[in-house]
């Protein structure tokens, strides 16, 4: 069968994974293979004055045990965009003289067995002297806080900003009303299925190689190299095999892939490090952990006239590798949404802490900010008396203002943001809310409804991209891309892009990722930029195949060909052949590599939008919500594969609805983690989500790349959060809650509530 674009077909590489055949990176062994533990920082923040590793050294099994001095020549985890000017907060591999939080590492144990290695670590005496720890925004900034970097003049460690503040203030000054909002954005842990895992290699002649989930190899291989073990990149091989979620998570590198290459090179035998549940609610990189205070203002008609917003952003005790930049320019330039807004101003200020450090997790900063506007616009609304549907069509740009410059620095290009929001009533049964609320109220419970219109930033991450083809005697044709799927669907989709512009089976076409001997480049996956930049790559690859395969085919014809449906064929003849023939032929004639580059000369954005509308039923009696109905209308430009989108946007609505009543990762004053395991902290489950999604989609196609896409594989968080404490909100009669939205926080709020009635 032929599949091409625009069709919803299952995924090709579910037939692996639910057959047990997935590869994951502790699946994998060597022979001789050795085994890796990190030792941890119990403490938050401490001065490391003596370790001692005699011991770990006598327990049988134990190889090598490695401390900061066995590492110190390799160079730190780098912040790819750090904002702090002179205060660096280099992550180097091990700690040195002090430890900055929970998990910190402290030595790394090489074992015959995992067991050993465990038995080891626990045996190293490392003399702490325990410093002051802060563990909150709140703490960090207090007058006598303790410095985590005492090289810095406080742990607030930049302001980033954007807009044009004073218009801003002129514009709350002279306003009929503001609405004024404090928010908090819970810390989230990702949680991803499968733990961060690593293998590391070393061979005298090849050099190194590192494999490990990720959600892009080249640009880790070149960290790798440069930046941390300062080698040719020509040494470094770094491959990924399945991956069990990401979700921005295992884009960074960890000290542990660093390690294991150096203990695989130093003990000349394979080294696997894999974490377990807890390594990973301690040290994979968390996401949101954010405080602001926000203002809307706005005329006597409710059209809005400024918005102001100040974030403090919790970076954690590093810099991450993207940490400072989520807030900023991920997030910070998307900061009010698709509305008209004369005057606007972003300030954000970067924020140290005793904690894990933070990055991106899914959406990346867009959610945080779609969450505030949000907030504020449905507030705004309660508080002058107007729908909050009409108050967001008063002000939702218009398809005649566009393209429209948000005074941020983007520039949103294409999109009909009012007919998306009327679909999503329609699709809501908007006009039968009033029915429904009655009916819960007869049963004692009060129900509430929620809207969000949400925009993002997508298809960042550079602005070019690469696919590599090799076509077989037998006619396969093999295509290697720069990106990495963690269960989107890549083998499915770009298989799909291809087959479509080749006119061949999907069954005739291989998708390769996740090794550096193969695709050396490519920007990876991360910020919905995959079939904008992955597919266009494809498109390219394909028509490069198709030209070489027409010179080679004239040639062997003697005539003018025309290629269709998988074949050459000559001119006034009936001569053809076939993507086999020409390959036997010709073997490795029609193999090559192309490159994708968008038009501008920076990344050229999409923007995909949309509206989600939550119904939400509190029982006042304890608390529990259930979300009884959910809806949603998406502008996500052409869609590859429907079926696939709507599976992401399911996805991305658990983890909206999991930060919002769920998930939070919370530290005591001291900096101990108090939320270190799934028995502690709270996700989505299966009866946490909504009985059914009322999924549609109204497209505009994005003039910034080949396909059309804009992506999808954030949007759903992204409309999740703010639709459903928007919902929990309006339950409460208008009364503020922060995410978590608990039962024991909504118990309190509604008891001062009017019994249902």
Partial sequence: MKFGTGQSITRVEDA????????????????????????????????????????????????????????????????????SGEVKTPRVLLADDRVRFVGDGVAFVVAETREAARAGAEAIFVDYEELPAVASIAAALAPDASLIWPEAKSNSLFDWQVGDGAAADAAIAGATHVTRLKIIQNRIAPTSMEVRAALGEYSEGEGFTLTTGSQGVASMRRELAKAILQVPIEQMRVVTHDVGGGFGMKSFLYPEYALCLHAARHLRRPVK?????????????????????AALALDAQGRILALKVETWSDLGAYQAQFGPAIQTMA????????????????????VVTNTTPVDAYRGAGRPESAYIMERLIEAAAREIGIGVDEMRSRNLLLPAELPHENGLGLTFDIGNFPAVLERAKQVADWAGFAGRKA?????????????????????????EEHADVRVAADGTIEMSVGTQSNGQGHETVYAQVAAAKLGVPMDQIRIVQGDTTRMEVGGGTGGSRSMAFGGGAVLVCADDMIARGTALASEDLGSDVDYSDGLFKARGSNATLSWAELASRHPGALDGRSRYTTKESKPAPTF?????????????????????????????????????????????????????????????????????????????RADVMPPAVAFETLNTPSPTNPLGVKGCGEAGTIGAMPSVINAII????????????????????????????
């Avoid at 941890?40 to 490695?66: F, N, T």
């Avoid at 490090?273 to 205070?293: I, L, V």
């Avoid at 807004?341 to 300030?347: C, D, G, K, T, W």
């Avoid at 009916?439 to 602005?463: D, F, H, M, P, S």
């Fill in 730 to 757: 309006d339950a409460l009669d208008g009364q503020q809650v922060e995410m978590p939205a608990t039962p024991e926080k909504l118990w309190r709020l509604a008891q001062a509530l009017p019994k249902a009635a």
């Fill in 273 to 293: 490090w894999t974490g377990e549940r807890s390594d990973a609610f301690q040290t994979d990189t968390h996401g949101r952990a954010m405080e602001s205070e």
């Fill in 16 to 83: 692996r994974l639910l057959t047990g055949q997935g590869r994951f990176t502790d699946d994998l062994s060597r022979p001789g293979m050795l085994y890796g533990v990190t030792l941890r920082s119990p403490h938050a923040h401490a001065e490391i004055k003596d370790i001692d590793v005699s011991a770990a050294l006598d327990v049988p099994g134990v190889v090598a045990v490695y401390t900061h001095k066995d590492v110190e020549s390799y160079g730190p985890i780098p912040c790819l965009v750090p904002l």
């Fill in 608 to 684: 995909p939008n949309g509206c989600h509308i939550a119904e939400v039923e509190l029982d006042p009696d304890t608390g529990m919500i259930a979300v009884t109905r959910y809806s949603l209308v998406d502008d996500f430009g052409v869609l590859v594969n429907p079926m696939l989108v709507e599976g992401q946007i399911h996805g991305g609505i658990a983890q909206g609805l999991g930060q919002a009543v769920l998930e939070n990762i919370v530290y005591d004053e001291a900096g101990q983690l108090i939320t270190g395991s799934l028995m502690d902290y709270g996700i989505p």
């Fill in 331 to 350: 997030g910070g330039r998307i900061m009010g949404g698709v509305y008209r807004i004369p005057a606007i101003h972003n300030l954000v200020h970067g």
């Fill in 439 to 463: 009916e819960a109220a007869k049963r004692g419970k009060r129900l509430g409804r929620g809207i969000a219109y949400y925009v993002e930033i997508a298809g960042g991450g550079g602005t």
